[in-house]
């Protein structure tokens, strides 16, 4: 069973990758869709080591960063401490009041839970949602492929930076890049979690009361899908 020690390695290696274009290309599709307002309190749900936190407050959002892993919760302080640091587990409900935040945004979370435990997860992201708010959730789909992943990394950095620095970049990323690929596949063998078909995102957020749902965006390499929607 995936502990908080698996989650503590896994964000090592995870954040030394913080720069792959791909992933940086996803986070800036979340904020994209999101359109948080400059001064907007922005709830971050499993903000790891705080780099969509920390984007957001780039934008000029008031940023609340939650996440089960003190590990990840530590090094985030380490690079910026002036966000609010939430340790919390999802499973055990959300630790604010009704209609606290402006928006929430979640990446690549959703899909360690159970389908019970999404369920009950995303009614909290309603309950403390205010009216006309905005959230922005990414989750990596059913049968995802981390060389997808990769593969879109290197596509973009060849067009934005060329071959030399490409090669480069891909020398340095060996290393975390294969000890990402050992982590994913442990966390393909989890029972507990779910991996979320195509429309199941959009589905489970209707069900839980939002409205004016987006249509689904595929990113990361085409593996993940990013919905938004409103309270």
Not at 67 to 96: S, Y
Not at 166 to 191: G, H, Q
């Amino acid at each position: 069973m995936i502990g908080s020690e698996f989650w503590a390695k896994y964000f090592r290696d995870y954040d030394k990758l913080n720069l792959v274009p791909s992933y940086v290309e996803l986070l800036a599709s979340i904020c994209q869709e999101l359109r948080p307002e400059p001064g907007s309190l922005v709830l971050d749900i499993g903000s790891g080591t705080g780099n969509l936190a920390l984007r957001l407050q780039g934008m000029g959002c008031r940023v609340v960063a939650l996440d089960f892993c003190r590990d990840a919760l530590q090094c985030h302080r380490v690079k910026h401490d002036d966000c609010r640091l939430v340790l919390a587990d999802l499973t055990k409900g959300l630790p604010f009041k009704e209609d606290s935040f402006d928006a929430i945004a979640s990446n690549n979370v959703l899909y360690t839970l159970s389908a019970g435990d999404q369920i009950r997860a995303m009614k909290e992201f309603h309950r403390v949602l205010k009216p006309g708010g905005r959230i922005a959730l990414a989750n990596p789909r059913a049968g995802w492929k981390p060389l997808a992943i990769y593969g879109r990394g290197i596509s973009l950095s060849m067009h934005t930076v060329g071959l030399g620095v490409t090669v480069f970049r891909m020398v340095r990323w060996i290393v975390p890049t294969a000890r990402m690929f050992y982590y994913n596949r442990k966390l393909a063998k989890e029972s507990r979690y779910h991996y979320f078909e195509p429309d199941e995102q959009r589905r489970l957020l209707a069900e839980s009361g939002f409205r004016t749902i987006s249509d689904t965006r595929w990113v990361y390499g085409g593996q993940a899908m990013l919905d938004c929607a409103a309270k």
